[in-house]
């Protein structure tokens, strides 16, 4: 998995001098911004196209609107210099970017009490994410816990057709812009890969407790409980002390040696997580009770390379995959007294960055490579022994991507929808339940080399991962190198 240098992120409104932080006051006043994605540019558009018309009449302005000479597919094609990339907001149903003081290589949403399958806007967000800050400033590294609110949806021109009351009042409600609030707990490296997981509450009145985990750049691992955090977040009369800023645990069982992969089990309420190093070792941490934290020794080894990605079987509790440098996805069962993988299937030539395992359809998992292929593989198709990775035939297979796909992930509740980040500065979102007949095109109307299976395409700025929203349908939210980006198509 690899890295951008951490850089100060430049804002239009003063931040400090030198990407400082203000002194810690609670909740930050101004921890990051939205910025306008759309300016006033489309107003000058539509006031050429009058002009157009005027010169050309109607029935030849309407042939030339019509013709397209060319399409521009971000991640083929190159701006010229001077050429800017501009959203079509008649595309988005809601679109919102945010910047922090550092980049983020890696964040987790979190869930939160406000119910679900929600579809109203204006949209509120909780999410974790860790820092990257520049070489020489790692003390300046930041585990946010953020709240994004007033997400309003794009404006729409009114047709004049709608007689929905409801869309009605929701319409008013849509002024304002929108509001980011954080709280910091510090660090001392770089975050490499940021996972939370929510504890059952004791009853109906009280939050879950939420904790994260942070492999940072040190090798360490850290647990976090940011209930507080979240707490103050919407009453900012919570009380909230310097202590519980602080480490649940410290986890030194990979020394000084990085990783990427981390992983909470959806099926351990009490909390049980793996983590996978680039010496290749994995290892398993549980939660005992009274709050003790636990590492079994016996680290897990098979991968000849680093272990890029890992994550638990959603439905078998003693069940993980992993993915590795060596092109291998290996099944493990924490059970093993051999600590070696029960299955090893060879999917690339090449290091397998990412990886998802359908929570809806069990036997389906996704892989993206460094090639910036990426595959779905039948389970049920995989077959030990477990000595030398073998071969297995994937359902499906895109090379659309000519960079590595840095982010992978299904659909929370379409199990033939998958979001893909990758290296190409691109989000893209496939449906793949769409199926050709022999006669029909692979190109999507008519631009050639973009499967039919792609729904969106969204640019932004070296995307390094991406997450579905589990309570908002269709929303996805992105780190980058310019910040974070929040979005909803029209496609989805």
């Not at 069990?362 to 595959?375: C, K, S």
């Not at 379409?414 to 893909?420: G, N, Q, T």
Request: hydrophobic share 35%; with cysteine.
């Amino acid at each position: 998995m690899g890295k951008r240098v951490g850089e100060p992120i430049e804002a239009e409104h003063d931040r400090g001098k030198g990407g400082r932080r203000a002194p810690d006051t609670g909740i930050d006043e101004e921890p990051g911004e939205f910025e306008d994605e759309f300016g006033d540019e489309y107003e000058s558009e539509d006031n050429g196209d009058e002009a157009a018309a005027e010169e050309l009449g109607e029935g030849e302005h309407r042939d030339a609107m019509q013709l397209d000479t060319h399409t521009f597919i971000p991640g083929r094609h190159k701006l010229e210099p001077g050429q800017t990339l501009a959203p079509d907001p008649s595309t988005y149903e809601m679109l919102h970017t945010l910047t922090t003081t550092w980049p983020c290589l890696s964040f987790d949403l979190v869930r939160d009490q406000l119910g679900g399958n929600r579809k109203c806007y204006p949209a509120t967000i909780y999410a974790v994410a860790g820092t990257q800050a520049e070489a020489g400033r790692e003390k300046d590294n930041e585990l946010l816990v953020m709240k994004m609110s007033r997400l309003n949806r794009n404006q729409r021109a009114d047709d004049g057709n709608s007689d929905d009351d409801e869309d009605d009042d929701q319409d008013e409600d849509e002024d304002g812009d929108p509001i980011l609030e954080t709280r910091s707990l510090p660090l001392t490296s770089t975050v490499n890969r940021v996972r939370a997981h929510q504890l059952p509450p004791s009853n109906s009145l009280t939050a879950p407790t939420t904790m994260v985990a942070s492999m940072l750049e040190s090798g360490q691992v850290v647990i976090h409980d940011i209930s507080t955090q979240l707490a103050a977040l919407d009453r900012p009369t919570t009380v909230h002390s310097a202590q519980q800023d602080q480490p649940l645990a410290t986890l030194l069982m990979h020394q000084a040696t990085e990783g990427y992969a981390v992983d909470w089990s959806p099926l351990v309420p009490m909390g049980k997580l793996l983590t996978g190093d680039n010496d290749g070792k994995i290892f398993v941490t549980t939660q005992a009770e009274g709050g003790r934290w636990s590492t079994d020794g016996r680290h897990f080894q098979g991968h000849a390379g680093s272990v890029e990605e890992i994550q638990w079987s959603p439905t078998e509790r003693n069940v993980f995959a992993s993915a590795g440098s060596d092109g291998a996805v290996k099944i493990w069962d924490v059970r093993s007294k051999s600590r070696r993988p029960a299955i090893g299937v060879s999917v690339s030539a090449v290091d397998v960055n990412v990886m998802s395992w359908s929570h809806l359809t069990a036997h389906l998992l996704a892989t993206g490579a460094d090639d910036g292929a990426w595959a779905v593989w039948d389970l049920r198709q995989w077959k030990p022994p477990a000595t030398d990775p073998g071969h297995s035939s994937s359902v499906a297979k895109f090379t659309f991507h000519r960079e590595p796909i840095t982010s992978i992930e299904w659909h929370p509740q379409d199990d033939s929808i998958v979001a893909v980040a990758a290296a190409d500065h691109t989000l893209s979102l496939w449906d793949l339940a769409v199926e050709l007949d022999d006669e029909e095109s692979g190109d999507t109307a008519g631009v050639a080399d973009v499967p039919a299976q792609v729904l969106f395409l969204h640019y932004m700025d070296t995307i390094k991962e991406c997450h579905w929203h589990p309570q908002i349908p269709g929303c996805v939210m992105a780190t980058g190198g310019a910040g974070f980006g929040i979005f909803k198509t029209i496609s989805v």
